[in-house]
Protein backbone atom coordinates (compact mmCIF):
# COMPACT_ATOMS: atom_id res chain seq x y z
CA UNK A 1 0.00 0.00 0.00
CA UNK A 2 2.82 2.43 0.50
CA UNK A 3 4.60 1.45 -2.31
CA UNK A 4 1.18 2.16 -4.37
CA UNK A 5 0.40 5.73 -2.87
CA UNK A 6 4.08 6.88 -3.62
CA UNK A 7 3.63 5.62 -7.09
CA UNK A 8 -0.03 7.77 -7.66
CA UNK A 9 1.55 10.78 -5.47
CA UNK A 10 4.25 11.21 -8.59
CA UNK A 11 2.22 10.25 -11.44
CA UNK A 12 -0.46 13.15 -10.05
CA UNK A 13 2.67 15.69 -9.64
CA UNK A 14 3.08 16.23 -13.62
CA UNK A 15 -0.58 17.17 -13.61
CA UNK A 16 -0.43 19.46 -10.55
CA UNK A 17 2.38 21.25 -12.16
CA UNK A 18 0.76 22.46 -15.76
CA UNK A 19 -2.65 23.30 -14.14
CA UNK A 20 -3.54 27.21 -14.84
CA UNK A 21 -1.27 27.29 -18.05
CA UNK A 22 -1.89 28.58 -21.34
CA UNK A 23 0.95 28.16 -23.93
CA UNK A 24 1.58 29.74 -27.14
CA UNK A 25 4.23 28.70 -29.15
CA UNK A 26 2.64 28.86 -32.98
CA UNK A 27 3.79 25.39 -33.54
CA UNK A 28 -0.33 24.68 -34.91
CA UNK A 29 0.47 27.49 -37.11
CA UNK A 30 -3.09 29.68 -36.30
CA UNK A 31 -3.87 32.60 -34.81
CA UNK A 32 -7.81 31.82 -34.48
CA UNK A 33 -7.74 32.49 -30.77
CA UNK A 34 -5.87 36.29 -30.90
CA UNK A 35 -7.33 39.93 -31.79
CA UNK A 36 -5.56 42.13 -32.84
CA UNK A 37 -6.12 45.73 -30.47
CA UNK A 38 -4.69 49.00 -31.85
CA UNK A 39 -3.98 52.40 -30.29
CA UNK A 40 -6.09 55.11 -31.09
CA UNK A 41 -7.60 52.38 -33.78
CA UNK A 42 -5.12 53.13 -36.74
CA UNK A 43 -4.64 50.56 -39.49
CA UNK A 44 -3.92 46.95 -38.55
CA UNK A 45 -0.37 45.74 -38.43
CA UNK A 46 1.67 42.31 -40.10
CA UNK A 47 1.53 39.14 -38.25
CA UNK A 48 3.42 35.99 -39.95
CA UNK A 49 3.80 32.71 -38.47
CA UNK A 50 7.48 31.41 -39.64
CA UNK A 51 9.39 28.81 -38.50
CA UNK A 52 7.11 28.37 -35.41
CA UNK A 53 7.62 31.64 -34.51
CA UNK A 54 5.67 35.08 -34.62
CA UNK A 55 7.08 37.47 -36.92
CA UNK A 56 5.84 40.95 -36.56
CA UNK A 57 6.25 43.87 -38.48
CA UNK A 58 5.26 47.65 -37.41
CA UNK A 59 6.84 50.78 -39.04
CA UNK A 60 4.19 53.09 -37.22
CA UNK A 61 4.85 54.78 -33.88
CA UNK A 62 1.73 53.60 -32.32
CA UNK A 63 1.06 50.56 -30.54
CA UNK A 64 -0.44 47.60 -31.93
CA UNK A 65 -1.12 43.99 -29.69
CA UNK A 66 -2.20 40.71 -30.08
CA UNK A 67 -4.39 39.69 -27.07
CA UNK A 68 -6.06 36.46 -26.04
CA UNK A 69 -8.14 35.44 -22.81
CA UNK A 70 -11.48 36.76 -21.29
CA UNK A 71 -13.00 39.02 -18.32
CA UNK A 72 -12.82 35.60 -16.23
CA UNK A 73 -9.03 35.50 -15.88
CA UNK A 74 -8.28 37.07 -12.69
CA UNK A 75 -4.46 36.99 -10.87
CA UNK A 76 -1.87 35.43 -13.30
CA UNK A 77 1.71 35.65 -14.60
CA UNK A 78 2.68 36.56 -18.28
CA UNK A 79 6.17 36.03 -19.98
CA UNK A 80 7.10 35.98 -23.33
CA UNK A 81 10.40 35.46 -24.98
CA UNK A 82 11.05 38.58 -28.00
CA UNK A 83 13.83 38.83 -30.72
CA UNK A 84 13.71 42.09 -31.97
CA UNK A 85 15.42 42.00 -35.59
CA UNK A 86 15.13 46.06 -36.70
CA UNK A 87 14.02 49.11 -35.56
CA UNK A 88 12.59 51.44 -37.71
CA UNK A 89 12.71 54.30 -35.76
CA UNK A 90 11.23 55.51 -32.06
CA UNK A 91 9.59 52.40 -30.99
CA UNK A 92 8.64 50.10 -28.23
CA UNK A 93 8.37 46.51 -27.35
CA UNK A 94 5.07 45.97 -24.90
CA UNK A 95 3.30 43.51 -22.44
CA UNK A 96 -0.52 43.88 -21.41
CA UNK A 97 -2.76 42.34 -18.87
CA UNK A 98 -6.07 42.81 -17.93
CA UNK A 99 -7.22 43.57 -20.95
CA UNK A 100 -11.05 44.61 -21.36
CA UNK A 101 -12.20 45.63 -24.47
CA UNK A 102 -10.09 48.62 -25.37
CA UNK A 103 -8.84 49.19 -21.75
CA UNK A 104 -5.60 47.69 -20.38
CA UNK A 105 -2.28 47.41 -18.12
CA UNK A 106 0.82 47.59 -20.61
CA UNK A 107 4.66 47.58 -19.56
CA UNK A 108 7.13 48.79 -22.14
CA UNK A 109 11.12 49.01 -23.17
CA UNK A 110 10.57 51.93 -25.79
CA UNK A 111 12.81 55.33 -26.87
CA UNK A 112 10.12 57.66 -26.47
CA UNK A 113 10.14 61.50 -26.56
CA UNK A 114 9.27 63.54 -23.95
CA UNK A 115 9.38 67.12 -21.83
CA UNK A 116 11.67 67.84 -19.58
CA UNK A 117 11.52 71.47 -17.75
CA UNK A 118 9.79 71.81 -21.24
CA UNK A 119 12.86 70.47 -23.50
CA UNK A 120 11.82 67.33 -25.67
CA UNK A 121 14.45 65.03 -24.45
CA UNK A 122 15.02 61.13 -26.35
CA UNK A 123 16.11 58.26 -23.92
CA UNK A 124 15.20 54.45 -23.94
CA UNK A 125 12.91 54.12 -21.14
CA UNK A 126 10.95 51.46 -19.00
CA UNK A 127 7.76 52.01 -18.06
CA UNK A 128 4.23 50.96 -16.77
CA UNK A 129 1.07 52.94 -17.56
CA UNK A 130 -3.44 51.91 -17.51
CA UNK A 131 -5.80 53.08 -19.34
CA UNK A 132 -8.02 52.76 -22.71
CA UNK A 133 -5.68 52.49 -25.75
CA UNK A 134 -8.73 54.32 -28.12
CA UNK A 135 -7.75 56.99 -25.90
CA UNK A 136 -4.58 59.52 -24.90
CA UNK A 137 -5.04 59.67 -21.59
CA UNK A 138 -3.45 57.32 -19.33
CA UNK A 139 -1.80 56.65 -15.68
CA UNK A 140 1.76 56.20 -15.13
CA UNK A 141 2.50 53.26 -12.59
CA UNK A 142 6.01 53.89 -13.21
CA UNK A 143 9.14 54.84 -15.54
CA UNK A 144 12.59 55.10 -15.74
CA UNK A 145 15.46 55.18 -18.01
CA UNK A 146 16.30 51.28 -19.10
CA UNK A 147 18.71 49.97 -22.06
CA UNK A 148 16.22 49.43 -25.27
CA UNK A 149 16.56 45.42 -25.87
CA UNK A 150 19.51 44.34 -27.56
CA UNK A 151 18.80 43.18 -31.53
CA UNK A 152 18.85 40.11 -32.44
CA UNK A 153 19.27 38.80 -29.04
CA UNK A 154 16.11 36.85 -27.43
CA UNK A 155 14.64 39.02 -24.32
CA UNK A 156 12.19 38.07 -22.04
CA UNK A 157 9.16 40.04 -20.71
CA UNK A 158 7.24 38.95 -17.82
CA UNK A 159 4.46 40.73 -15.93
CA UNK A 160 2.41 39.51 -12.56
CA UNK A 161 -0.78 41.19 -11.84
CA UNK A 162 -2.26 40.11 -8.11
CA UNK A 163 -5.23 42.14 -7.45
CA UNK A 164 -4.91 45.57 -8.00
CA UNK A 165 -0.57 45.18 -7.71
CA UNK A 166 1.37 44.84 -10.79
CA UNK A 167 5.03 44.22 -10.65
CA UNK A 168 7.24 44.05 -14.30
CA UNK A 169 10.66 41.77 -15.24
CA UNK A 170 12.69 42.64 -17.85
CA UNK A 171 15.58 39.33 -18.31
CA UNK A 172 13.91 38.16 -15.10
CA UNK A 173 15.30 41.23 -13.24
CA UNK A 174 12.47 43.38 -11.69
CA UNK A 175 12.33 46.48 -13.05
CA UNK A 176 9.11 47.53 -11.36
CA UNK A 177 8.47 46.52 -7.77
CA UNK A 178 5.10 45.53 -6.74
CA UNK A 179 2.38 48.90 -7.32
CA UNK A 180 -0.85 49.32 -6.92
CA UNK A 181 -3.29 50.40 -9.39
CA UNK A 182 -5.78 53.79 -8.49
CA UNK A 183 -8.74 54.28 -9.82
CA UNK A 184 -9.02 56.70 -12.99
CA UNK A 185 -12.80 58.18 -12.03
CA UNK A 186 -12.77 61.58 -11.67
CA UNK A 187 -8.63 62.24 -11.98
CA UNK A 188 -7.96 65.93 -11.44
CA UNK A 189 -5.11 66.30 -14.88
CA UNK A 190 -3.98 69.41 -16.01
CA UNK A 191 -6.62 71.52 -14.12
CA UNK A 192 -9.83 69.70 -16.02
CA UNK A 193 -11.83 66.81 -14.58
CA UNK A 194 -11.81 63.88 -16.75
CA UNK A 195 -15.08 61.30 -16.51
CA UNK A 196 -13.51 58.19 -17.67
CA UNK A 197 -16.86 56.31 -18.18
CA UNK A 198 -16.99 52.83 -18.13
CA UNK A 199 -13.76 52.91 -16.25
CA UNK A 200 -13.34 49.09 -15.16
CA UNK A 201 -11.69 48.08 -12.18
CA UNK A 202 -8.92 46.28 -13.53
CA UNK A 203 -9.22 43.24 -11.45
CA UNK A 204 -9.95 40.77 -14.39
CA UNK A 205 -9.05 40.54 -17.76
CA UNK A 206 -6.77 39.05 -20.85
CA UNK A 207 -3.33 39.10 -21.78
CA UNK A 208 -1.23 40.73 -24.79
CA UNK A 209 1.68 41.54 -26.51
CA UNK A 210 3.01 43.67 -29.37
CA UNK A 211 5.24 46.70 -30.86
CA UNK A 212 5.93 49.70 -32.58
CA UNK A 213 8.67 50.65 -35.19
CA UNK A 214 10.24 47.55 -34.64
CA UNK A 215 10.57 43.89 -36.71
CA UNK A 216 10.09 41.32 -34.12
CA UNK A 217 10.19 37.68 -33.61
CA UNK A 218 7.83 36.55 -30.70
CA UNK A 219 7.57 33.20 -28.88
CA UNK A 220 6.44 31.01 -25.81
CA UNK A 221 4.11 33.41 -24.53
CA UNK A 222 3.23 31.67 -21.37
CA UNK A 223 0.28 33.09 -19.06
CA UNK A 224 0.02 31.25 -15.19
CA UNK A 225 -2.62 31.42 -12.50
CA UNK A 226 -5.98 30.10 -10.73
CA UNK A 227 -8.50 30.87 -12.96
CA UNK A 228 -6.75 30.52 -16.23
CA UNK A 229 -7.80 27.30 -18.60
CA UNK A 230 -5.26 24.81 -19.54
CA UNK A 231 -4.45 25.40 -22.90
CA UNK A 232 -1.62 25.22 -25.24
CA UNK A 233 0.46 25.21 -28.86
CA UNK A 234 1.10 21.46 -29.31
CA UNK A 235 3.37 20.43 -32.41
CA UNK A 236 1.78 19.21 -34.93
CA UNK A 237 2.87 16.91 -38.16
CA UNK A 238 4.94 19.48 -41.02
CA UNK A 239 3.20 19.48 -44.06
CA UNK A 240 5.06 22.25 -45.71
CA UNK A 241 5.56 25.92 -44.73
CA UNK A 242 2.65 27.84 -43.62
CA UNK A 243 1.92 31.28 -42.89
CA UNK A 244 -0.82 33.37 -41.46
CA UNK A 245 -0.94 36.76 -41.36
CA UNK A 246 -3.10 39.78 -39.51
CA UNK A 247 -5.84 39.64 -41.79
CA UNK A 248 -7.09 36.04 -40.62
CA UNK A 249 -7.24 37.87 -37.25
CA UNK A 250 -10.33 39.24 -35.42
CA UNK A 251 -10.01 42.81 -34.42
CA UNK A 252 -11.35 45.44 -31.72
Known sequence: MKF???MILLLL?????????FLETFDDREL???QELIQLNNPSGSWEIIDDELHAVSRETFLRLLTTGDNTWENYTIKFDVKPLKKHGISNISIAGRVKGTWLIYCSIADPVVLVDGEPLHESRMSCAY????DVIFLTLHTEPHPLLKLNKWAH???SVD???VAFWVNEKQVMKPTEIRNLKDVQHGGH??????FPDFRTGGVGFGLSNYTARFDNITV???SVPNSGGFTVTPQGKLTTTWGDLKRF
Do not use: M, Y
Open 4 to 6: TGI
Open 32 to 34: QRW
Open 131 to 134: GNLH
Open 163 to 165: GNV
Open 193 to 198: NFNFAG
Open 13 to 21: LPFSAVAGT
Open 224 to 226: TGD
Open 157 to 159: LKL
